[in-house]
């Protein structure tokens, strides 16, 4: 395991990806060395949405914060997957 993915698993999320698309788009796309990565909503390893609704009426902002650092932690993980590894990655 290299040192992006012992990162991704201190903070506590597998780098491993089970995400799908929620629609018909590809979630990453790859033209020449750029990668563009799109639909990264928090969604857990079980395709469930772990947070919705606004802030702070319907969602505490401590939510709202975790649901975002899921959100970021989508993107190298969907990466990964496309790519094989993220040690191909350059630059994010």
Do not use: W
Not at 42 to 48: L, T
């Amino acid at each position: 395991m290299n040192e992006r993915d012992e990162r991704l698993r201190s903070l506590g999320y597998s780098p491993e990806c089970n995400l799908k698309a929620g629609a018909i788009y590809k979630p990453v796309v790859i033209d020449g060395t750029t990668v563009y990565v799109a639909g990264c909503v928090p969604f857990d390893e079980n395709q469930r949405l772990t947070s919705k609704g606004k802030v702070p009426s319907e969602v505490s902002v401590a939510e709202a914060q975790k649901a975002a650092a899921l959100c970021a932690a989508n993107i190298p993980r969907l990466v990964r997957h496309e790519v094989g590894s993220l040690d191909r990655i350059e630059r994010m």
